[in-house]
């Protein structure tokens, strides 16, 4: 079992920045890759950003490449989200969520472990 904490949510401005971390605690972290999602209200819940166990690659949805940055510190069990340039359409409750495999999916159902999710919201 993998338990997953998000923390670093709030309010943040058009063209400002946030970052998000997400803390693992549980079994070994290093065994997981790791996805960022989202869900905005009335919306269904989408891939953001993934990374695999190591680090070494990264997968970006096409609305958030080049703005958003996921990286990892296995030492410290931590996987961060930093959202730069942010616009209101980023406004969701971002979760994160690992799956026991190498490289991470954009495919919800193959994640086994969720957080509880952060609320991020931007004002314009």
């Known amino acids: 079992q993998v338990q997953l904490v998000e923390s670093g949510g709030g309010l943040g401005q058009t063209g400002g920045s946030l970052r998000l971390s997400c803390v693992a605690s549980?079994?070994?972290?290093?065994?997981?890759?790791v996805g960022w999602f989202r869900q905005a209200p009335g919306k269904e819940r989408e891939f953001v950003a993934g990374?695999?166990?190591?680090?070494?690659?990264?997968q970006y949805a096409d609305s958030v490449k080049g703005r958003f940055t996921i990286s990892r510190d296995n030492a410290r069990n931590t996987v961060y989200l930093q959202m730069s340039s942010l616009k209101p359409e980023d406004t969701a409750v971002y979760y994160c969520?690992?799956?026991?495999?190498?490289?991470?999916?954009?495919?919800?159902?193959?994640?086994?472990?969720w957080g509880q999710g952060t609320q991020v919201t931007v004002s314009s």
């Open positions: 969520a690992a799956r026991e495999r190498t490289y991470p999916t954009e495919r919800l159902n193959e994640y086994a472990y």
């Open positions: 549980g079994r070994s972290f290093s065994n997981n890759a």
């Open positions: 990374i695999s166990r190591s680090g070494g690659t990264t």
